[in-house]
T-cell receptor, first 114, second 116 residues
Framework: DVKVTQSSRYLVKRTGEKVFLECVQD?????MFWYRQDPGLGLRLIYF???????EKGDIPEGYSVSREKKERFSLILESASTNQTSMYLC?????????????FGQGTRLTVV | AQKITQTQPGMFVQEKEAVTLDCTYD???????LFWYKQPSSGEMIFLIY??????QNATEGRYSLNFQKARKSANLVISASQLGDSAMYFC?????????????FGKGNQVVVIP
């Protein structure tokens, strides 16, 4: 059974903290994505990676960075958490170089910054 | 810039009726893929159906079908014979392959509530 696993389901962090959200996939996918989901705004792409150590900015990268040291793991980093980063974060992965393959999603991390 | 547009407000649908969810997209890439996902209240994202830009026929998967109108850049999802379990958010997404870019962009979603 294919799997994308996010390290935490719920997180509460303080303003100014450095926050790491971890995502691991076991499907040997080249592509990995980080989205945030907010009511009325849908899923907005923060960053994605198409290979180890390769990354591209999505639509809302400000305040975030990412790391992909191994193919199966894609980390989202909030350098200095702020209350406007309170959101649901979704990680996804997919095969590369094909229009056809769908993305598989993790269960999401609900982050609250206080 | 927003590339996927889903503008319908929340919809109430009678059980066993069909419902159509609108999705329009914007791209200059001739090669792209369109996806629909379902997100029930549990939060998981469930892939429903895929349509490729070069596919000659509209995609179908069980009770889901895609009304693909390439010239109008629309990819509407049709759910036939609605069931209570169809109550969820539905997201349209697009993957463009220009420059080898595998970015996957989503719309804002459509809320569907199926009533008995």
């Amino acid at each position: 059974d294919v799997k994308v696993t996010q390290s935490s389901r719920y997180l509460v962090k303080r303003t100014g903290e450095k926050v790491f959200l971890e995502c691991v996939q076991d499907m040997d996918h080249e592509n990995m994505f980080w989205y945030r989901q907010d009511p009325g705004l849908g899923l907005r792409l923060i960053y994605f990676s198409y290979d180890v150590k390769m990354k591209e900015k999505g639509d809302i990268p400000e305040g975030y960075s990412v790391s992909r040291e191994k193919k199966e793991r894609f980390s989202l980093i909030l350098e200095s958490a702020s209350t406007n980063q309170t959101s649901m974060y979704l990680c996804a992965s997919s095969l590369a170089d094909s229009r056809h393959t769908e993305a598989f999603f993790g269960q999401g991390t609900r982050l609250t910054v206080v | 810039a927003q590339k996927i547009t889903q503008t319908q407000p929340g919809m109430f649908v009678q059980e066993k009726e069909a419902v159509t969810l609108d999705c329009t997209y914007d791209t200059s890439d001739p090669s792209y893929g369109l996806f629909w996902y379902k997100q029930p209240s549990s939060g998981e994202m469930i892939f429903l159906i895929y349509q490729g830009s070069y596919d000659q026929q509209n995609a179908t998967e069980g009770r889901y079908s895609l009304n693909f109108q390439k010239a109008r850049k629309s990819a509407n999802l049709v759910i036939s014979a609605s069931q209570l379990g169809d109550s969820a958010m539905y997201f349209c997404a697009m993957r463009e392959l220009r420059y080898g870019n595998n970015r996957l962009a989503f719309g804002k979603g459509n809320q569907v509530v199926v009533i008995p």
